[in-house]
């Protein structure tokens, strides 16, 4: 019987490498769309990078890593795929580095509980609304998954002296050191990249160090901890601060009342997906599923629950944080709120001690073959429909460079006939449309569809269709 579990265990592992696989092939096969060309051409617009710098602080936001990586990944096309290949890689870390804050424990594959690790990660991916926007995307993974990545880091700086103070195994330094420098710049970075997380950031780390102090009266906190809160402060007033968010808020027409109306819409959906799509269906389904692995005797703690209840402060502030923007609101603003609100939903299930009997091994093996296969055919989908929006793409811009190269003044191209997926962000024809506007003035070619009668039509290419097909061609 044991042999057989581990066999089947292989094979279960070797299907989540592939799917792993075939999601970097999906971000790597994710064309420049929309904002992606913005940044760009207002890149090529300045000099250096400090130009670039100031330029998007005064005039466009403050989010200091948004405005670093942008400049790279849009004027290099190595750091674009560098950074492309690892936007998988650093959400999972990510999702590592939560799993330690709450459970202080830097889980491994040798690790009892991996496989726990793995339905968590499994179920915070396929659940998570507008990932293709959030992590996929290029300007979408320079604002949101990076910045998470580095926030992880500074929060497990934090965890980690908030265990090292329960265990009196562990000695805890209050002088300077050189670790101090990393505390400064993680802290300063963490504060001042995006306003969500910043928010978040604050709410835990102001809740926790009150919890120790609270707690452990004769404990003293160390002046990294001190220094690196006072950076995150100080990233904060660098952010919002930032000329250039003060321009985009005077673009808004709204009213109060409007702006409130929205908001509240917002506020109450937000675990729901907007009431769009799935309208939240698949992230309670995956909530519920995560506590009959994580706490299948459903036993829930009060220590537990005073501990991990700060993440849930955390997201839900993450939401309040966004009522000057709640005309701009969309389903890839609920990113930080449903993933803090797992690291909740963890810390308030996860028991590390408990074993797993033989008996209920063959169970762990059902739940994983089911969580991978999901996986499987969710990344091999994203790949062959990114790869086919990104062959389109190519086309288009073939296109327009030829006419330009002819000085031809107009030019006609086809509609995005990909029907997305999941991993896949695209517009919609009418923003498509406006985005060709967008072209048109920067090219100075006038750049529109083609609607011919014999032009393909918008998202009616079924690559499902096309993959059982494929032979028949």
């Not at 579990?5 to 064309?31: A, C, K």
């Not at 996986?375 to 811009?397: A, C, H, P």
């Not at 330009?404 to 990909?418: D, G, M, Q, R």
Request: glycine share 4%.
């Amino acid at each position: 019987m044991d042999k057989s579990i581990n066999f089947f265990t292989r094979i279960i592992y070797l299907s989540l490498f592939i799917s792993l696989f075939f999601y970097i092939l999906s971000s790597l096969y994710q064309p420049l769309i929309g904002d992606d060309y913005t940044f760009k051409h207002e890149i090529l617009k300045r000099n250096n990078f400090f130009d670039h710098f100031i330029y998007m602080y005064m005039q466009s936001s403050g989010r200091f890593l948004q405005n670093v990586l942008s400049y790279y990944v849009f004027t290099s096309e190595i750091f674009l795929y560098i950074l492309k290949f690892f936007s998988i890689p650093v959400f999972i870390l990510s999702i590592w580095l939560g799993w330690y804050c709450l459970n202080n424990e830097f889980i491994n594959l040798k690790s009892k509980n991996f496989w726990k690790f793995i339905c968590f990660l499994g179920l915070v991916w396929i659940s998570t609304p507008s990932i293709s926007e959030n992590v996929i995307w290029t300007t979408g993974f320079i604002t949101w998954t990076y910045p998470l990545f580095f926030s992880m880091i500074y929060l497990s700086l934090i965890f980690h002296f908030y265990y090292s103070v329960n265990n009196k195994l562990h000695k805890v330094n209050y002088k300077l050191s050189l670790n101090t420098i990393l505390y400064i710049i993680i802290g300063f970075i963490s504060g001042s990249c995006i306003q969500q997380l910043s928010c978040i950031n604050f709410t835990i780390t102001f809740l926790l160090l009150l919890k120790i102090k609270t707690e452990k009266r004769n404990i003293k906190i160390p002046i990294n901890i001190y220094l690196g809160f006072s950076f995150l402060i100080i990233g904060i007033f660098f952010l919002i601060f930032s000329p250039g968010n003060y321009l985009r808020y005077d673009l808004i027409e709204d009213s109060f009342f409007q702006k409130s109306y929205k908001y509240i819409l917002y506020l109450f959906s937000a675990y729901y997906e907007l009431g769009s799509e799935n309208a939240g269906k698949i992230f309670f389904l995956s909530l519920i599923s995560l506590t009959f692995i994580l706490n299948p005797e459903l036993n829930f703690f009060k220590d537990k629950f005073k501990f991990s209840i700060i993440w849930f402060i955390g997201s839900l502030f993450s939401l309040i944080v966004m009522f000057p923007v709640s005309t701009f609101l969309s389903v890839r603003t609920t990113f930080f709120a449903v993933i803090f609100f797992y690291f909740f939903w963890l810390g308030l299930n996860y028991n590390k001690y408990e074993n797993i009997f033989l008996k209920e091994k063959l169970k762990k093996i059902i739940i994983l073959f089911v969580i991978s296969s999901l996986l499987f055919f969710d990344s091999f989908v994203g790949f062959i429909t990114n790869k086919s929006l990104f062959e389109e793409n190519q086309y288009r811009y073939e296109l327009i460079e030829n006419a330009k190269l002819n000085k031809v003044k107009e030019v006609t191209v086809p509609y995005f006939s990909t029907i997305p997926s999941r991993l896949t962000f695209m517009h919609n024809p009418y923003y498509d449309r406006k985005f060709l506007h967008y072209i048109s003035n920067y090219m100075n070619i006038n750049v529109s569809h083609d609607i011919g009668t014999n032009s393909q039509l918008p998202n009616t290419k079924n690559i499902l269709k096309e993959v059982k097909n494929y032979f028949n061609n």
